[in-house]
T-cell receptor, first 114, second 112 residues
Framework: ETGVTQSPTHLIKTRGQQVTLRCSSQ?????VSWYQQALGQGPQFIFQ???????GRGNFPPRFSGLQFPNYSSELNVNALELDDSALYLC?????????????FGEGSWLTVV | DAKTTQPPSMDCAEGRAANLPCNHS???????VYWYRQIHSQGPQYIIH???NNETNEMASLIITEDRKSSTLILPHATLRDTAVYYC?????????????FGQGTELSVKP
């Protein structure tokens, strides 16, 4: 158990719709990051949030956006869904500190776009 | 792009040691070697990390060569539940956020 929880575990959306995925970080962690994992591929970094602000982004378009709340929980929002957005979405939490950090992942949310 | 190279797949007999190699010839002085594994349909699981000394925990051992250009993850007594994709990743350990660059990993199959 990593203490990182994600919801929902599975969902199906129609092309063009919007989706919100949620994540609760491990207690004491102040950084949350999101990853997309297509079938058969390694996870790809989408972005990370630190102190409620985006603090690093991968090669994903602006229709992928997020929020981090004061309690360090987070949301990933994807607008105008495309078929290629079908993937496992992973949330990870860590403690951004000078003493080092290890990143822990949740079990993911499976998104299917039809 | 990932800074590591791993074999795409390996087999191991149950009860035997699984030795998973990783090349990271361009590793920087402040970068650590991390290992994660991902069992089918689950989130990646942290295994171990190290800088230059060999490390051991309850899950595995990590052997890093003296020049730090390669490493080996050792699962001392592999079980069927160790069947997974294993990822070797290099990144700074300090003052870093949550970004990891995953490669393709090694798919380890543990067979009875």
């Amino acid at each position: 158990e990593t203490g990182v929880t994600q919801s929902p575990t599975h969902l199906i959306k129609t092309r063009g719709q919007q989706v919100t995925l949620r994540c609760s970080s491990q207690s004491g962690h102040n950084t949350v990051s999101w990853y997309q994992q297509a079938l058969g591929q390694g996870p790809q970094f989408i972005f990370q949030y630190y102190r409620e602000e985006e603090n690093g982004r991968g090669n994903f378009p602006p229709r992928f956006s997020g929020l981090q709340f004061p309690n360090y929980s987070s949301e990933l929002n994807v607008n105008a869904l495309e078929l290629d957005d079908s993937a496992l979405y992973l949330c990870a939490s860590s403690l951004y500190s000078a003493s080092g950090n290890t990143i822990y992942f949740g079990e993911g949310s499976w998104l299917t776009v039809v | 792009d990932a800074k590591t190279t791993q074999p795409p797949s390996m087999d191991c007999a149950e009860g035997r040691a699984a030795n998973l190699p990783c090349n990271h010839s361009t590793i920087s002085g402040n970068e650590y070697v991390y290992w994660y594994r991902q069992i089918h349909s689950q989130g990646p699981q942290y295994i171990i990390h190290g800088l230059k000394n060999n490390e051991t925990n309850e899950m595995a051992s990590l052997i890093i060569t003296e020049d730090r250009k390669s490493s080996t993850l050792i699962l001392p007594h592999a079980t069927l539940r160790d069947t997974a994709v294993y990822y070797c990743i290099v990144r700074p350990h300090y003052n870093q956020g949550g970004k990891l660059i995953f490669g393709q990993g090694t798919e380890l199959s543990v067979k009875p």
